[in-house]
């Protein structure tokens, strides 16, 4: 990959941004610092290697009481604070191997198995476009990995990292699963529309925390949810094909694809929509409680009362 990608300078502050300048500049040396420590170490020791390190100091940063424990109250009021803690030090470990991970994503799908993959011969026999939707579960990497490796190449949803030149790191290291990145917004609404339309097939992770969307119930309370892939479904007639993560153990996995959602036209455009993200959120979370220490429960998904 040239320099031009990893380095892309239309996207840098203005020049008088000295400030975000120097900013994004410490990133980016840490982030490849990062990736490169972790690249030369075998798969297997790279992912222990950052799960130990992650579950030793995410434990202790205050953002673990301040958040990840308040969103397991909110999400568990049944369970023990001892339970709690002990999903909690999962969290960051399943962090710290994900991290690990992006540095050999090119060569983790050799560990997974798959359940529900005679899906995918179905929608490259169809011709049809689809949207492939989960969480950010496990490592959330390898679902746009599997589908490649099937002969699906996908387009992926995904919001830019502020910093441009750690984007072109995520690009590039994410070249093994995505055939395109499509950016969150107006526009990246307009190439989706686009693409499905051509009969491409693109894939979305619709767990993240939003402030604005449709009040959905997610563990009991209402979140703030992303209406896109129910109004791409409707609007295109594509089919919404759930897609699963799981981490087995270490560096193995299970990827999971179910039979599309039902998705009805009733006419009632609100309706339908609300219908579409409660069956998505309802599944999601059964995901989460069957492994909710494989959960990214660092970011607030609920409003700032629970």
């Not at 529900?116 to 689809?130: L, T």
């Not at 969150?184 to 499905?196: F, P």
């Not at 009040?215 to 594509?238: H, N, Q, S």
């Not at 979370?285 to 494989?294: F, L, N």
């Amino acid at each position: 990959m040239t320099s031009a990608k990893l380095f892309p300078q239309k996207l840098l502050p203005h020049k008088e941004d000295f400030y975000h300048r120097c900013k994004y500049a410490i990133e980016t040396v840490f982030a490849y610092a990062i990736y490169g420590f972790f690249r030369v170490l075998p798969l297997k020791m790279a992912s222990d290697t950052g799960g130990a390190l992650l579950g030793f100091i995410g434990p202790r940063m205050a953002k673990s009481r301040r958040v990840v424990l308040r969103n397991l109250d909110a999400a568990f009021p049944e369970k023990s604070a001892e339970e709690k803690d002990r999903i909690m030090r999962g969290v960051w470990r399943n962090l710290g191997r994900v991290i690990a991970e992006y540095a050999h994503l090119h060569e983790i799908w050799k560990n997974v198995e798959f359940v529900g993959a005679h899906h995918f011969d179905d929608i490259r026999q169809s011709g049809q476009p689809v949207i492939f939707f989960g969480g950010h579960l496990a490592n959330w990497e390898i679902c746009p990995i599997s589908a490649k490796m099937h002969g699906l190449p996908i387009h992926l949803v995904y919001r830019r990292p502020n910093n441009p030149w750690v984007d072109g790191l995520l690009r590039h290291a994410r070249r093994s699963g995505a055939d395109g990145h499509i950016e969150k917004g107006m526009t990246g609404a307009r190439e989706i529309i686009s693409i499905l339309k051509k009969g491409e097939h693109v894939g979305m992770l619709v767990d993240q925390k939003l402030n604005e969307g449709m009040a959905i119930p997610f563990f009991g309370r209402d979140a703030m949810t992303a209406e896109a892939v129910a109004l791409f479904a409707l609007r295109i007639k594509c089919k919404l094909y759930p897609a699963r993560i799981e981490r087995l153990h270490g560096v193995h996995f299970r990827f999971s694809i179910y039979p599309p959602l039902h998705v009805e036209n009733t006419g009632d455009r609100e309706k339908d929509v609300r219908k579409v993200l409660t069956d998505i959120n309802m599944l999601l979370e059964s995901w989460i409680r069957e492994r909710p220490e494989q959960w990214l429960w660092t970011h607030r998904r609920w409003p700032k009362d629970i």
